[in-house]
């Protein structure tokens, strides 16, 4: 009976090192989302897109919003781009993770966004309030990158506002200067 009792004592001490392990682990992975969410965020408002090849993966796959798929790192570069040159600038942003998936390799970051753009043609910047999907995976090097992200609006700026929700200000501009990364249209 003592051996049972104790059996059960040192099981149950392996299962709470095990949860806190587990705990810590998730502790760090939203440390490190929430700290490569505003270090993205930082460049994209200083129009350093080619500085974000550190955290994409060369195959990933980015959805986003009003615009068609984008497979591969050089086609989601290209694009953002020609979006700068065309005058479309994210002026703020903020993203708010609440809901993270952790596993070994893979994280899934759920959340809600906040950014303050200036499109091509519009003199007041417009505020978009949506939600995003983010896939990290672990490279053979062990390095986290993004894989795959989408994201899109609450509302489109040309809607009719939704009782209890502000109709974005602005209205939506035209997809500028997308062209693929072969340079043909």
Known sequence: MKRLIINTIAACLLML???????????????????????MIDLIKE????????YYDVDAVSMPNF???ENGYKLILN???ARQKSGFKILDAEKT???LIVGEDMIVDIGTYTKKVLSPGMTEP???????LNVWKKDKAGVWKLVAETWNA?????????KGQPKPAGTPAPN?????VDGKK
């Open 47 to 54: 129009g350093k897109y080619e500085s974000l090849d550190k």
């Open 97 to 99: 993770t609440t809901n």
């Open 17 to 39: 090192v095990s949860i806190g392990a587990f705990a810590q682990s998730e502790s760090e992975m939203k440390s490190f989302i929430k700290k490569a969410n505003q270090e």
């Open 67 to 69: 615009r068609p798929a």
């Open 176 to 180: 500028p200067g997308v062209v693929p």
């Open 154 to 162: 609450d509302q489109s700026p040309s809607a009719p506002a939704i």
């Open 126 to 132: 417009r505020v978009d309030n949506g939600k995003y």
């Open 79 to 81: 694009n953002n781009l």
